[in-house]
């Protein structure tokens, strides 16, 4: 039988359970063997021992398993999700000790950092993806998620901007720092739209910033967002109005 039949077995029956329990912040079953294995060497019981992984060629195994990776990635993403930042970014960096190159990983190492409110980290993560990672999708993501976080810090206080904007709707500064506040904020599709209208009044101002600063927005986000799609028809109607 394969070795590794003890995880799906176990992680067919209870994956989901674990999940919703992360994503709520409360543990009320029994899973942590299985969904987040240890070394066997460091169990003490019966059960930790038997879903201990037993050695290197194991944990290699473990990951390069197509299912129980993405288990492993769905879980450290729950743990992100619910605010434990430090445990997902172990996790991340446990994937990343056996496998460097995975881009699922940085990326969800970088945004562990920037959730801990900790862009320098985030920084320092990025610096050290491989060249075999450092374009994929997760990864780029995780860098447009950290430059809106830098814009933001510089944006200034969101009362302030949004009396300036109203003040002076042309001025395209005070706009673009009202999107960065609004996104940081977590008010994404009014950063959206603030951004697509700096864009209809002058898509030159700046170089073109409003439309680069909407790109990085779309780019933090999945494509199938449906801010992200509903975003796009609406920034392509402006251009060729």
């Known amino acids: 039988m394969d070795d590794l039949y003890r995880f799906h077995e176990s992680q067919a029956r209870d994956q989901a359970r674990a999940v919703a329990e992360l ?13 987040f294995p240890q070394l066997g060497s460091l169990g003490r019981s019966p059960t930790a021992r038997h879903y201990g992984i037993r050695d290197l060629d194991e944990a290699r195994a473990y990951l390069a398993d197509p299912v129980l990776s993405a288990n492993l990635h769905g879980a450290a993403e729950a743990m992100l999700a619910e605010g434990a930042h430090e445990d997902a970014a172990e996790t991340f960096q446990a994937i990343l000790g056996e496998e460097p190159d995975n881009p699922q990983a940085w990326g969800g190492l970088v945004r562990s950092h920037l959730a801990a409110g900790n862009p320098d980290a985030a920084d320092a993560a990025l610096a050290q993806v491989p060249a075999a990672a450092a374009h994929a999708v997760p990864v780029e993501a995780a860098r447009a998620q950290l430059a809106l976080a830098r ?5 200034g206080p969101l009362a302030d901007l949004e009396q300036r904007v109203a003040a002076d709707p042309a001025n395209h500064q005070a706009r673009l720092d009202y999107a960065a506040a609004l996104h940081a904020g977590g008010q994404v599709e009014q950063a959206i739209d603030q951004l697509l209208e700096s864009f209809r009044r002058d898509r030159d101002w700046n170089d073109g910033a409003a439309k680069a600063q909407l790109l990085t927005i779309f780019d ?16 392509s109607s402006l251009i060729f109005a």
Not at 23 to 35: E, L, N, T
Not at 151 to 155: E, L, T
Not at 220 to 235: E, H, I, M, N, S
């Open 151 to 155: 814009q933001a810090a510089n944006a």
């Open 220 to 235: 933090a986000l999945q494509p199938t967002d449906p801010l992200v799609q509903k975003g796009r028809r609406r920034l």
């Open 23 to 35: 994503r709520a912040g409360r543990k009320v079953s029994h899973w942590m063997w299985y969904v």
